[in-house]
Nanobody, 114 residues
Framework: QVQLVESGGGLVQAGGSLRLSCAAS????????MDWYRQAPGKQRELAAR???????TYADSAKGRFTISRDNSKNTVYLQMNSLKPEDTAVYYC????????WGQGTQVTVSS
């Protein structure tokens, strides 16, 4: 059974940084495409960053230049380094893993104060 557990969220001032982690429990972690999605209050969930099994990364326009997604296949973990945070980055951040079906974590709250 696939389990994804996010951590690292919290309250930070604008301009600050946070690093989110997603610890995954599954076989063949390295084969999965791993995503970070976010959902702000009253808004639809949106893709913030993606890293494929080959290490190719993509970012939402709002995240480019500020967020970095990475993965450590030896630890079954994917990270999201978020710098220069803005109040509009406030959201619940979800980790997702896809290899055929998509599996979701429970989310971690990120709040950026102005």
């Amino acid at each position: 059974q696939v389990q994804l557990v996010e951590s690292g969220g919290g309250l930070v001032q604008a301009g600050g940084s946070l690093r989110l982690s997603c610890a995954a429990s599954m076989d063949f972690f390295s084969a999965y495409t791993m995503d970070w999605y976010r959902q702000a209050p009253g808004k639809q969930r949106e893709l913030a960053a993606r890293i494929t099994s080959s290490g190719t990364t993509t970012y939402a326009d709002s995240a480019k230049g500020r967020f970095t997604i990475s993965r450590d296949n030896s630890k079954n973990t994917v990270y999201l380094q978020m710098n220069s945070l803005k109040p509009e980055d406030t959201a619940v951040y979800y980790c997702a893993a896809t290899l055929g079906p998509t599996y979701w974590g429970q989310g971690t709250q990120v709040t950026v104060s102005s």
